[in-house]
């Protein structure tokens, strides 16, 4: 079966250094991955996708992802925070072999210190 | 640009009444899902839809039921709402065929409390 594992609730760093939000995966298949971002108040936004045609993977807002077959990876990173980049980050799976179903990660909230 | 409209962004309700919650999108997508949002908990699947009148239970079903009559309109219905459903509710649509760009796109949620 499917799963997702967001290895940090929380992860705080300042700004204008480098985020790294960690996503372990489970999947028996070549799986489809993402990235959503939930602003307070906010719906979610898909911040970027994996669907097997790159490993590296560029997002919006100066976010990346690389998927790691070998480690079950996909991590987020972006190579300097900004104060806008605090919201509540979700690594998601997509469940082949049917529905497209979404799994979802328990959220890493992201806070950006001046 | 792809739209969720979620009928309501508040409501208050009170035990034991029948909640009707509201998704419609417009891209033409055959799924459709409901998740409820808990702190800690991340995203839980209640239940989603591949066709119209087809439905399939998510990952926590108890207590929900849902309707789709068209393909555009997913509804969630709380038969008898208690307290521990107060959450926030969030609607999504994708493309069924995975090749065909199946990100899910998402409304902006119903925040839900039962008193």
């Known amino acids: 079966a499917q799963s997702v594992t967001q290895l940090d609730s929380h992860v705080s760093v300042s700004e204008g250094t480098p985020v790294l939000l960690r996503c372990n995966y489970s999947s028996s298949y ?3 991955l993402f990235w959503y971002v939930q602003h307070p108040n906010k719906g979610l936004q898909l911040l970027l996708k994996y669907t097997s045609a790159a490993t590296l993977v560029k997002g919006i807002n100066g976010f990346e992802a690389e998927f790691k077959k070998s480690e079950t990876s996909f991590h987020l990173t972006k190579p300097s925070a900004h104060m806008s980049d605090a919201a509540e980050y979700f690594c998601v799976v997509s469940v082949t072999g049917g529905y497209n179903k979404l799994i979802f990660g328990a959220g890493t909230r992201l806070a950006v210190h001046p | 640009d792809v739209k969720v409209t979620q009928s309501s962004r508040y409501l208050v309700k009170r035990t034991g009444e ?3 919650l509201e998704c419609v999108q417009d891209m033409d997508h055959e799924n459709m899902f409901w998740y409820r949002q808990d702190p800690g908990l ?3 699947l209640i239940y989603f839809s591949y066709d119209v009148k087809m439905k399939e239970k998510g990952d926590i079903p108890e207590g929900y039921s849902v309707s789709r009559e068209k393909k555009e309109r997913f509804s969630l219905i709380l038969e008898s709402a208690s307290t521990n459903q107060t959450s926030m509710y969030l609607c ?3 493309f069924l065929q995975r090749d065909l760009n ?3 796109f998402f409304g902006q949620g119903t925040r839900l409390t039962v008193v």
């Open chain 1, 30 to 32: 070549s799986p489809s």
């Open chain 2, 102 to 104: 199946t990100e899910a």
């Open chain 2, 92 to 94: 999504a649509s994708s």
């Open chain 2, 18 to 20: 029948k909640v009707f």
């Open chain 2, 42 to 44: 991340g995203l839980r």
